[in-house]
T-cell receptor
Framework: AQKVTQAQTEISVVEKEDVTLDCVYE???????LFWYKQPPSGELVFLIR????DEQNEISGRYSWNFQKSTSSFNFTITASQVVDSAVYFC????????????????WGLGTSLAVNP | DTEVTQTPKHLVMGMTNKKSLKCEQH?????MYWYKQKAKKPPELMFV???????INESVPSRFSPECPNSSLLNLHLHALQPEDSALYLC????????????FGPGTRLLVL
């Protein structure tokens, strides 16, 4: 069965600390996509990154970096030098390549990690 | 510009009221989605419209009625809701039904009294 596990429910750090959010997934498909979304207290889900299953290169975007390892079915997210504005709930999600009815994709969501960055 | 807008931002309604949530995108996307999100939970898919036709209904109660008047607009009509329907309702869109990335609006916080 397809599943996304975010084992860390809540993380609290002090500003400028580095923090890693873990994401482990299960899928039977060989082609799939992984995502991270950020949800600040305002409620909007902000898209951060998409990674397809054939691209295991790590990615860096400013203070954000992502480590994709197919061997361990993990797609971890690291924030370097965290800031108060990084406080949010972060969701990891899996989108399967196999099309369902109407050629749509469904996102399978982890339960989210609530990150609090304290000044 | 990856912007999806939703109105209203907040809505309080009684169980006998009829109200509508609206969602709009001008990115030329051809797939649009409604999600329901309860506190401290991930979003739950409700409906998917693909090329203005309903393609997925995740067994949502009939008191929720979606409508897609055109490729840019998505409505969710609400009638005879229950207090347990109180939640954040999120709209999203993607380039096409098979497109991989969904972009979300800011949501409507609904309270049913």
């Amino acid at each position: 069965a397809q599943k996304v596990t975010q084992a860390q429910t809540e993380i609290s750090v002090v500003e400028k600390e580095d923090v890693t959010l873990d994401c482990v997934y299960e899928t039977r498909d060989t082609t799939y996509y992984l995502f991270w979304y950020k949800q600040p207290p305002s409620g909007e889900l902000v898209f951060l990154i998409r990674r397809n299953s054939f691209d295991e290169q790590n990615e860096i975007s400013g203070r954000y970096s992502w480590n994709f390892q197919k061997s361990t079915s993990s797609f971890n997210f690291t924030i370097t030098a965290s800031q108060v504005v990084d406080s949010a709930v972060y969701f990891c999600a899996l989108s399967e390549h196999t099309y369902n009815a109407g050629n749509n994709r469904k996102l399978i969501w982890g339960l989210g990690t609530s990150l609090a960055v304290n000044p | 510009d990856t912007e999806v807008t939703q109105t209203p931002k907040h809505l309080v309604m009684g169980m006998t009221n009829k109200k509508s949530l609206k969602c709009e995108q001008h990115m030329g996307h051809r797939a649009m989605y409604w999600y329901k999100q309860k506190a401290k939970k991930p979003p739950e898919l409700m409906f998917v419209y693909s090329y203005e036709k309903l393609s997925i209904n995740e067994s949502v109660p009939s008191r929720f009625s979606p409508e897609c008047p055109n490729s840019s607009l998505l409505n969710l009509h609400l009638h005879a809701l229950q207090p347990e329907d109180s939640a954040l309702y999120l709209c999203a869109s993607s380039q096409g039904p098979g497109e991989k990335t969904q972009y979300f609006g800011p949501g409507t916080r609904l309270l049913v009294l």
